[in-house]
């Protein structure tokens, strides 16, 4: 079992940052890939990144290629999403979410084929 602990959300202008941290509980993260999703209202949730158990292996959405990072300190039991140039179509309650395997792996943007979730934090940009 994983338990995973989203913060770091927040209210920011468009433009602005913020990072996201999500810790998790085991002594089996490094195992795993982890990966970062969003769910704005009415709307299903949808992949936003994700990276292998090294941190070697990275992938985003086209909507957030380039102003967005993921990371991992695995020492930490943690998982970071490093968001930049905020729009306000990026407000959504973000999720972190952990795959029981090493690499990311076949239909990583599906929400329904990661394994362990988060209780969420709420992203609002301004406009």
């Known amino acids: 079992q994983v338990q995973l602990v989203e913060s770091g959300g927040g209210l920011v202008q468009a433009g602005g940052s913020l990072r996201l941290s999500c810790v998790a509980s085991?002594?089996?993260?490094?195992?795993?890939?982890m990966g970062w999703f969003r769910q704005a209202p009415g709307k299903e949730r949808e992949f936003v990144a994700a990276l292998s158990w090294s941190g070697g292996s990275a992938y985003y959405a086209d909507s957030v290629k380039g102003r967005f990072t993921i990371s991992r300190d695995n020492s930490k039991n943690t998982v970071y999403l490093q968001m930049n140039s905020l729009k306000p179509e990026d407000t959504a309650i973000y999720y972190c979410?952990?795959?029981?395997?090493?690499?990311?792996?076949?239909?990583?943007?599906?929400?329904?084929?990661?394994?362990?979730w988060g209780q969420g934090t709420q992203v609002t940009v301004s406009s």
């Open positions: 979410a952990a795959r029981a395997r090493s690499f990311v792996g076949l239909g990583y943007t599906t929400w329904v084929s990661w394994d362990y």
């Open positions: 085991g002594r089996t993260f490094s195992s795993y890939a």
